[in-house]
């Protein structure tokens, strides 16, 4: 994930050329971003903190309606970190944020899961430079350098750990609807990606 400030994300945002923004924004059905205003959706998706709440529930989910009041309701959350956050002090302050607006008699329990810190790829290193070059050779178009926000926390723990800096790359498309009912991943995809990493173990090895 690329820094707020980064120049270096500057230049790739620029390399990706103009309408981009719109046609993400365009695939999910949008046309207006929300968020920061002095930021854009891209450097919004690819550098900031995030908070989203994944689902809701409580009181009557049936057909039709009840005059019923719930008497509890809950929220499942995630949180996307950036480097420089650590993920404890977040639930804490997440915790304390939602316990400081608690009515008289009402209370919050707090389930959590797992957690890990956000990190950065060194693009200038000669791991990343290698495997650009064995990209280019194989589509034979230079490959676009994207801040990403998935969650991957053996990534962040092989570098916290072990020391070892990991580089990730994509074969899939926009329209493979990953974890979604009817993922898929074309054969295409499949096959440049086994010779494409074929290119970067040869690069690798100088």
Not at 8 to 37: D, M, Q
Not at 82 to 111: H, I, M, T, Y
Request: charged letters at 25%.
């Amino acid at each position: 994930m690329l820094g707020p400030k980064d120049a270096t994300r500057a230049r790739a945002l620029k390399t990706l050329g103009a309408g981009v923004e719109a046609a993400w924004l365009g695939a999910v059905g949008l046309t207006h971003a929300s968020g920061e205003r002095d930021l854009s959706v891209l450097e919004q998706n690819w550098a900031r903190p995030t908070a989203e709440i994944n689902g809701i529930f409580g009181g009557y989910q049936g057909e039709g309606t009840k005059t019923v009041i719930p008497s509890e309701c809950g929220a499942k959350l995630t949180f996307r970190l950036v480097p420089g956050q650590d993920p404890q002090r977040v639930l804490e302050g997440f915790k304390s944020f939602v316990n400081a607006r608690l009515l008289p008699d009402a209370k919050a329990e707090f389930v959590t899961g797992g957690a890990s810190s956000g990190l950065t790829v060194p693009i200038d290193a000669p791991f990343v430079v290698a495997a650009r070059k064995a990209l280019e050779a194989e589509f034979g178009r230079k490959p676009v350098l994207a801040g990403c926000g998935a969650s991957i926390p053996v990534v962040e723990a092989f570098e916290r750990q072990l020391g070892l800096k990991t580089l990730l790359v994509g074969f899939g498309l926009e329209d493979d609807r990953i974890h979604s009912p009817n993922e898929k991943f074309e054969l295409s995809c499949f096959h440049r990606g086994m010779r494409a990493e074929a290119r970067m173990l040869a690069a690798f090895a100088g």
